[in-house]
């Protein structure tokens, strides 16, 4: 079995709260975890935020998320202390402790399961075998780009079925240079029209 499990800790805190305010109680948070042997593994501010609806007086509040980390036999009496102190606080307007090592590893089973789908299907496509993912790499690019660089790395591979090159008689520099041709297209209906 699994030695360690992980929680996600948020709290809000009044958005009155100073800074030494929220500190001193990071502080205590952090106090509780290292005597019950754990560790922060991750702690972000995320700032003053408008709340989804109004709690209390309060319509916005200081974010803070942590990423916990503790043995398992210890774990349990921890979030219960964690909660008793987050509870009393008066600084704090609501807070949730989660178990994120399960979901963490259900993610990570599903990628490498459809990691190991597409390669199967890129087989029984009779492609190559996926090296880096030129999508991922170049989402910032436009489609045409994801194109070329697709058809550069499928024409640098010999298809296995018929150990020839594959065909590539659409160059993919084409859209380019019909953009232009285009343009003009749509300047000479009005020429005519004035004209007319």
């Given at each position: 079995m699994q030695k360690a499990r992980q929680y996600e800790l948020i709290y809000?805190?009044?958005?009155?709260?100073?800074?030494?305010?929220?500190?001193?109680?990071q502080t205590q948070v952090e106090d509780v975890v290292s005597r019950f042997e754990a560790k922060i593994e991750n702690t972000e501010n995320w700032g003053k935020r408008k709340l989804a609806y109004d709690i209390g007086s309060f319509n916005e509040g200081i974010y803070i998320l942590n990423l916990i980390s503790g043995p398992v036999d210890?774990?349990?009496?921890?979030?219960?202390?964690?909660?008793?102190?987050?509870?009393v606080d008066d600084k704090v307007i609501r807070y949730l402790v989660v178990r994120v090592d399960e979901v963490y590893r259900v993610a990570e089973r599903t990628a490498s399961r459809r990691g190991r789908d597409r390669a199967r299907r890129r087989q029984a496509r009779g492609l190559p075998p996926e090296v880096a993912r030129v999508e991922s790499e170049s989402n910032h690019k436009s489609p045409k780009t994801n194109?070329?660089?697709?058809?550069?790395?499928?024409?640098?591979?010999?298809?296995?079925?018929?150990?020839?090159?594959p065909k590539t008689e659409t160059p993919v520099e084409e859209p380019k240079t019909e953009t232009p041709v285009e343009e003009p297209k749509t300047e000479t209906p009005v020429k005519e029209a004035n004209n007319g």
């Open positions: 809000i805190v009044t958005p009155e709260s100073t800074e030494e305010m929220v500190a001193d109680l210890k774990v349990a009496e921890m979030v219960s202390e964690i909660e008793r102190r987050l509870r194109e070329v660089a697709r058809v550069e790395s499928e024409s640098n591979h010999k298809s296995p079925k018929t150990n020839e090159e």
